[in-house]
């Protein structure tokens, strides 16, 4: 079993859909540039309203990934 040393970091995805497509949003955008994502964690969920419906989403993450070497 290796020990890891993890980096952590806070995005937020965005959606008119809902907040779980918010969240996965933000994943893939987030695995085009980081590698080695291991785990995230909802740290916030919010959003916008008009005329008594959810117009807009944003979910933030606290995303977790092994660094190197």
Not at 36 to 48: D, I, M, P
């Amino acid at each position: 079993m290796k020990n890891h040393i993890y980096k952590l970091i806070e995005i937020t995805g965005t959606s008119t859909i809902s907040s779980e497509d918010a969240v996965v949003r933000a994943l893939k955008r987030a695995h085009k540039s980081i590698r080695n994502l291991a785990w995230f964690e909802v740290k916030e969920t919010r959003g916008s309203i008009a005329k008594g419906k959810v117009l807009h989403w944003q979910v933030t993450l606290k995303v977790g990934f092994t660094l190197e070497g």
